[in-house]
C-alpha cells in the first residue's frame, strides 16, 4: 500500500511540474510576442519652407549738432581784462537767429520732414534782423584796443558767413542746406562765446 502511495506522489509531482513547466512555457511566449497596441508607430517628416525674408531699407541718418572742442583761446598779452562784454549784440543777434531757424526750418529736416511752404515765406526779411550785431561787435574790440588778429574777429566773420548763407538759403529754398546753415551758425556762436569770454578774464 505505501508503494502504491509513494508512486501516486510521484505521479502527481510529475504533473504538478508538467503544469508549472506548461505555465512558465506559456507565459515565456506571451513575453516573446510583440503587443501591436505597444509598438511605436513610423513617424512622418514634414519639410516645412522657412518665410521669405525681407530686408527693410536703411534709412539715412540724421546728423545732430556736436559742439566744437575749445581752442584755448586767451586774452591778448598788453590787452586789459575787457569790461561790458563788447560780443554781446552779436550773441544776442546769434541766438535769436538760431531760434527762428531752427523752429522754421531746421526742425523738421531733424525729423526728416520736408519744410513746409508757408515757413519759406517771408524768411528773408524776417533773419535779415539779425545782421546787425555782428558790426556792433567787431566796433566794440576795435574800441576796447583788441588786435585785429585776435580769433574774435575771424568768428564774428564766420558767424556773419552763416548767417547770410542761411538767407540764401531762405531764398533758393535750398532744403538740403537746412542743417548745414544751423550747424554753422552754432559752431561760429559758440566760438565766439569762447573768444570773447576769454577777454572777460
Known sequence: MLTDMSGCRRASGIRTIASVAALVAALAGC??????????????????TPPPTTTSPTAT???????PPGR????????????????????????FYEVAWFSSFAS???DGKPVPDFQWA??????SVYLSGTG???AALQAAGVPASYP????????????????NVARTRAESKVLTVYFAVKTAHDHLIE?????ER
Do not use: E
Open 122 to 127: 517771408g524768411a528773408q526779411g524776417d533773419l
Open 72 to 95: 584755448g583761446v586767451k586774452r591778448p598779452p598788453g590787452v586789459a581784462p575787457v569790461k561790458g562784454i563788447p560780443c554781446d549784440p552779436a550773441s544776442s543777434d546769434a541766438h
Open 195 to 199: 573768444s570773447c569770454g576769454a577777454l
Open 108 to 110: 523738421y529736416a531733424a
Open 152 to 167: 574774435a574777429y575771424r568768428d564774428l566773420s564766420d558767424l556773419d558767413a552763416a548767417m547770410r548763407q542761411g538767407i
Open 136 to 138: 556792433k561787435a567787431r
Open 31 to 48: 513575453r516573446s510576442t510583440p503587443d501591436p497596441a505597444g509598438t511605436t508607430p513610423p513617424t512622418s517628416t514634414v519639410a516645412t
Open 61 to 67: 541718418p540724421i546728423p545732430t549738432y556736436t559742439p
